[in-house]
């Protein structure tokens, strides 16, 4: 085994599954209501699942890619901004509050939020643009003859 190897092995042992699992559905339960109609309570232990095994994941692959397409199921699911800001301040947290955080634990928080974050903001953005052009789209139809 290598030293690389080695530290991604313990990276992943050192996070406890169980409380990244309660500090992520808790993040989302008290921002829940700031996301939008779609997102219902019954979504919260999903979210968090997800979360959790993605980030976990996270620490053994880091594939910024797919955390960013994550990103962006979350947006397409209805996650509000304060949810998600909360999904990473958790993850953080859980990290940072380790009894054994190791060096690679709290980057690898930081590089996954980060890629959590533009994929999120990514979607945002191309849904209010898909918006703004129907809504430029009926206005032209009403401005017609």
Known sequence: MTQTESIQTTTVSEINPDRLLAELKSAIQTTLFTSTLRVSPRQVNQFAQETAASFLKFLNQEDEAVIR???QQLAQAGLGHQS???LSEA????CW???NPG??????AGRYANA???GYMAEREAHILREQERTHQAFLRTQAP
Do not use: C, D, M
């Not at 993850?91 to 859980?94: A, D, E, G, S, T």
């Not at 060096?103 to 690898?108: Q, S």
């Open 84 to 86: 998600i800001l909360a």
């Open 91 to 94: 993850l953080r947290r859980v």
């Open 103 to 108: 060096v690679a634990v709290l980057p690898a």
């Open 69 to 71: 397409i994550y990103g």
């Open 116 to 118: 959590l974050l533009l």
């Open 97 to 99: 509050e380790n009894p």
